[in-house]
């Protein structure tokens, strides 16, 4: 195997001397209906990647306005809702 033992994709690392790392994936609506839900998440698991977790859900107007904060000023604030 020339890569490392988790991807083979010639890293050279052992998994032992690899750092963890976690990130948050937000997949946007229009991938959901767009029906490529499937092969985001696969490209992930193909580039080796774990996925610790996996949660859908439909967000409510006060958790975008949450997440969104930084926008609720701007013109397009209304179409991220």
């Known amino acids: ?20 790392e976690k990130s948050l994936i937000i997949i946007k609506p229009d991938g959901v209906q767009n029906r490529v839900t499937g ?16 949660k859908m859900i439909r967000i409510d107007e006060g958790l975008a306005t949450k997440h969104y904060k930084d926008h609720t000023e ?8």
């Open 74 to 81: 701007k013109d397009f604030f209304k179409s991220l809702l």
């Open 39 to 54: 092969k985001i998440i696969s490209r992930f698991e193909e580039a080796g990647l774990d996925i610790e977790r996996l």
């Open 1 to 20: 195997m020339n890569g490392c033992e988790r991807c083979n994709k010639g890293c050279g690392l052992n998994l032992e001397d690899r750092k963890v």
